[in-house]
């Protein structure tokens, strides 16, 4: 059991090039794409509890106030989508690619916002509980808004509703179980790294099986994939650093996590609830939505590295000059000399 622990402590190290390295082996191994696309249930539940285990471990947050967390769900549940609905309307888009566009918006924040939280520094408590509230108001949320915005796609609200409250359930009590009986599970879940490798599992399925889709697109038309990629990378990407900037006053921290759910969004989960179906345009920037989220964490990691050793260049170098002196000492019984090493340090403005 110990070795289970520390096989997902690992991977829960290694989550941000592991996601990336789960796209890759997909596209180099057709058959364990298709074979992980079928495990997406599985993946849905993995997700869902990886983000519990991970916030139930995660230090207490000290700013988790109330309007803090009402100022991130309205943010990302009503002002944005309502936002860029409005924006969308003023710009000659191709109508099915905007149902795309504001169908992800619609959806709540990946059940994984916690685990990728923790992956890069931010607020996982936070990312849960704006991830969980949104996610369980999407079954209304979602039909409301697509029908005042005139998107005209039909949903099963029903078998949406049954299916997220059966994963969100089985995942909170199964979460609460081991937070219960930590000593137990301490072997399997030592830290909270290892929590955090629970959700890198469901991840690396999802990667895999994202990748089997996107060979797909990218055999029948390369164009249209690359236009849906770049549309989902600016989307996701300029949300996220959007938000950050906007709400910088609130720290970084606070800012990142609210941008992180901002522009990672679910919508593998607005996929299967549109039944009637979605035009080929929207299903295929719904698709390559997923991409992103897998990608941001390695990036926001690449990135923070570089700014840490930037920074660590521009300091002023400091060298050690060692310096030997020969004095001459009287002795109560000879002269001699003895020879004293002084080390001074010498900072270079």
Known sequence: MRNCGRFLSWIGGKGPILLV?????GLLVPPLGEFSYRLLPLSAFLLTLGSFLT????????NGSGWLLGLAIVWVGLVLPLSAAVLLERMQLDPALRI??????????????AAIAAMIGLKPRLALVVSLTLTLAAPISIPGFAALLGLGVSFDVGRIAFRLFMIIGAAAALAK???????????VLPDQLAATGVAVLGLVIVGLATSH????????????FLEMLAAAVIVNFGLCLLTTVLLGRLGLQIAGTIGLVSGNRNVTLAWAAASAGLPPLAESYVATCVIPVLTLPLIIKACVSLTA???????????HDVRVSTLPEADNTALGHRTLIKTEAVRNA
């Open 177 to 187: 179980l081991s937070s219960v009986y930590r000593d137990r599970v301490s072997s």
């Open 100 to 113: 795309g566009v504001l169908l992800s918006l619609l959806a709540p924040p990946v059940g994984s916002a």
């Open 213 to 224: 889709g996107v060979a797909g697109q990218w055999i029948s038309d390369r164009l249209r």
């Open 309 to 319: 050793r930037v920074r660590a260049m521009s300091r002023p170098a400091v060298h």
């Open 21 to 25: 390295a789960a796209l890759g082996m």
């Open 55 to 62: 916030s139930g471990l995660a230090a207490p947050d000290k």
